[in-house]
């Protein structure tokens, strides 16, 4: 596993991008500040941040622990906080509608809503009400894609009786829109309406806010943190709603590591809820990690679940992909278990898979190719 490759490794990979969006003082802001250790803007900050943030991995920490290497390398999410939306008067709807249609390239959406309170900050629409504040937000992206739906109907009728080399597909496209606008008149998902794989390609480019995967992140206040909440009437049963207290969090994020440990200790917290959310937001992207290992390096490849390993190889560098021969995989819980490459060895754990195996999450590769 330590063998050292002949070509430049490839830097560059996939940047999946997390879209935070919430009301009005809801705590995006507190909660990007918690995951990058800088400082929170200034309230009424109308720029998009950004921050690359590392995905936590026992694994790696581990790894790097038994092998020392030069450098280690989580895998990482690229995250972008918008300022709060205000649908509370029609200056504040428009400007929140432009927020809204520069997150359609994003891969995920969170979903922040407030549960915490605090006279100083005072709470959007006068009362802290966290299950209205995400059927607002739903509502929103709804009418959003609801307003996408129909101009993009308009444009192909306009055309759709022009004989043109994409006259076909573009009649195929009509149908399929106005399924779609009547799903969401109906409030049902978008996803109701898509019966094929070939649908949801002709359609991807739109970038649809109610197709994507999304995760709901409650922020709430430093004496809720063993308090549930249900959002079931209100989200979909496959969402994951977790709680997060952005203030706790930030705090945390500015102590060193010792500190924060023995502050962790005294609340009884054994894994910070950032770690918990950003995991979290791995998951939902679909993304599992395949490791490579040795003196040079230990890193965390980021691949979407069911990659097989030929196509792994490509996110290693494009060379290794194109003269794949095999990929020579142990699982790290064996490497853990039994102490060494060689243990492992010895055991018959050592696998040679072929460019049409399933790469698995942990599964610690070394690609062996030849060009």
């Known amino acids: 596993m330590s063998s050292v490759l002949s070509v430049a490794i490839n830097k560059k990979g996939e940047k999946m991008k997390v879209a935070l969006v919430g009301l009005l003082q809801s705590g995006k802001s507190t909660i990007l500040s918690a995951l990058s250790g800088k400082a929170i803007p200034p309230i009424g ?25 030069k450098k280690t390398t ?6 972008l906080d918008l300022p709060g939306f205000n649908f509370t008067d029609e200056h504040g709807h428009a400007g929140s509608r432009r927020l809204i249609n520069q997150i359609r390239t ?22 802290v009400n966290p299950s209205r504040d995400l059927a607002e937000l739903h509502t929103e992206l709804l009418l959003a894609d609801l307003e996408l739906v129909t101009t993009r109907i308009k444009r ?27 799903a969401i008149e109906s409030e049902k998902p978008i996803s ?54 952005a203030k706790l969090e930030y705090e945390l994020a500015q102590l060193d590591a010792d500190s924060r440990r023995e502050f962790m200790t005294d609340l009884g917290i054994t894994e910070s809820a950032t770690s918990k959310f950003v995991n979290s937001c791995y998951s939902a992207l679909g993304l599992t990690s395949f490791l490579t290992v040795g003196s040079d390096e230990v890193r965390a490849w980021p691949i979407k679940c069911g990659t097989v390993a030929v196509d792994a190889a490509g996110k290693v560098h494009s060379d ?34 072929g460019k049409d195996y399933i790469v698995q999450d942990g599964d610690i590769i070394d690609f062996r190719f030849n060009v």
């Open 156 to 182: 192909l009728e306009k055309h759709i009786d022009k004989p043109t080399k994409t006259q076909a597909h573009d009649k195929a496209e009509l149908a399929l829109q106005k399924k779609l606008e009547e």
């Open 45 to 69: 900050s109308t720029s998009i941040e950004e921050v690359i943030v590392p995905v936590p991995d026992v694994r790696i920490d581990w790894l790097s622990e038994y092998y020392k290497p």
């Open 106 to 127: 994003s891969d995920l959406l969170v979903l922040v809503v407030r549960a915490f309170e605090n006279s100083a900050v005072p709470p959007y629409r006068n009362s």
């Open 320 to 353: 290794i992909k194109r003269g794949f021969i095999r990929a020579e995989t142990i699982a790290f819980d064996d490497l853990k278990e039994l102490g060494s490459e060689k243990a492992v060895k010895a055991a018959g754990r050592t696998r040679l898979e």
């Open 74 to 79: 989580y895998a990482t999410i690229d995250c």
């Open 192 to 245: 109701s309406a898509i019966q094929t794989d070939s649908q949801h390609e002709m359609i991807k480019s739109l970038g649809f806010l109610t197709l994507k995967p999304i995760v709901v992140a409650v922020n709430i206040g430093e004496d809720q943190l063993d308090k549930k909440f249900d959002f079931a009437s209100r989200i979909d049963s496959t969402v994951e709603a977790l709680t997060i207290c």
